[in-house]
């Protein structure tokens, strides 16, 4: 008889890593369910917060961050990827793996250099510019699979990024009522989701700040995650019937999409899928850092009509509400940029991306 398969999962370090693979190893055991799923993870970032608590277990390696700029660190790099892969093929032979899946992430390269010539590896990048680490798994990986269709990987599928169940199945109208009364919002008025991430965005939470009179006196209703520590710096006028609503953190993001009309929000690869595939019209803006890699891995569905895209310096309270104001209330507007969003969302990407793996595993 056929051993079951064994997976192991490349992803630690962010969120913006960890959850597609944490959706990509719910898919392989729903659709394999004997097959093992080992992840790999570090001491730093979520791994061991969000890594265990799905049920997988973590095999901790010693975390390889690739300088961006020449450092001291950029010298200490070969002997800490040594060491980083020694312990990564301890893993993999003791696991008996058939296939290491990538995404990218402190963890990723060495997983890449373990399984290179031993273990067949597939490559998964969700955003629109791939990091280093993907560019060198994907020069000998047997799969190479993105987000968006145009990253420079050689030989990539175009396959979406993995998202949970709890969000691809989302039946925003059956939910809409119950995610209403949850957050204690109108039942019928149009309702703008406002969130930065898990920290919240100080120029998203700014901008509300100043529109929100001019919005909730149109009849529109705002949900605003505004992050834990990263509170408005002036209070927000409250208006009567709960047409706002701020929160610190949203533990029910399911909930806060049905309850939503349109989003504004940043553009990060994982922030881009879901509300995409939700099928919710948004205002994208880019966090102004790094390579400019936000504006892109929102250009896709901006370009096929569900969603604008505001530079970080031009949003205020004005531009906000010149932005949204609009198109809430307009129901025939939002009805054809819910749709655009949902036609350029990404579900099914979870089971395309464990059956590439399948493929690669020869299984």
Do not use: W
Not at 76 to 86: E, F, G, I, N, W
Not at 216 to 240: D, F, M, Q, W
Not at 283 to 304: K, S, W
Not at 334 to 356: I, P, T, V
Request: glycine residues 12%; neutral net charge.
């Amino acid at each position: 008889m056929t051993a079951p398969l064994s997976v192991v999962i490349a992803g630690g370090g962010s969120g913006g890593h960890i959850l597609p693979a944490l959706a990509f190893a719910d898919a392989v055991r729903r659709l394999r369910p004997d097959t093992t799923v080992t992840a790999l993870g570090t001491e730093r970032g979520l791994d061991r917060t969000l890594i265990p608590a799905r049920g997988y277990p973590l095999e901790l390696i010693p975390p390889v961050p690739l300088p961006r700029k020449p450092t001291v660190d950029l010298l200490k790099l070969p002997t800490k990827v040594r060491d980083s892969v020694r312990r990564t093929r301890e893993v993999l032979d003791r696991v008996g793996a058939d296939v290491v899946v990538g995404f990218g992430g402190y963890v990723a390269l060495p997983a890449y250099l373990a399984a290179r010539g031993r273990v067949p590896i597939v490559v998964h990048e969700a955003n629109a510019r791939a990091g280093l680490a993907n560019k060198v798994g994907a020069k000998f990986a047997a799969r190479v699979a993105t987000a968006v269709p145009e990253t420079g990987l050689p030989g990539a599928v175009h396959v979406g990024i993995p998202l949970r169940t709890q969000i691809t199945g989302l039946d925003r109208a059956a939910l809409r009522a119950e995610a209403r009364e949850h957050f204690g919002l109108p039942a019928d008025a149009p309702v703008l989701l406002v969130f930065g991430g898990s920290q919240g965005a100080r120029t998203l939470n700014n901008a509300t700040t100043q529109a929100v009179e001019e919005l909730t006196a149109a009849g529109v209703a705002v949900l605003h995650a505004y992050g834990p520590n990263n509170a408005p710096a002036t209070p927000v006028p409250v208006p009567a019937g709960g047409r706002y609503v701020g929160l610190p953190y949203l533990e029910r993001m399911d909930l806060a999409y049905a309850a939503a009309d349109a989003v504004l929000c940043r553009s990060g690869a994982m922030t881009v899928a879901e509300v995409c595939t939700v099928g919710l019209p948004a205002v994208y803006v880019p966090l102004p850092h790094g390579n400019g890699e936000q504006a892109l891995n929102a250009e896709p569905v901006v370009r096929a009509g569900g969603g604008t895209l505001v530079p970080d310096a031009e949003l205020d309270g004005a531009r906000l509400s010149a932005e949204l104001l609009g198109l809430l209330t307009d129901p025939a507007r939002l009805a054809a940029m819910s749709e655009a969003a949902r036609r350029s969302g990404h579900a099914g990407a979870d089971e395309a991306l464990a059956n590439l793996a399948f493929e690669a595993a020869g299984r």
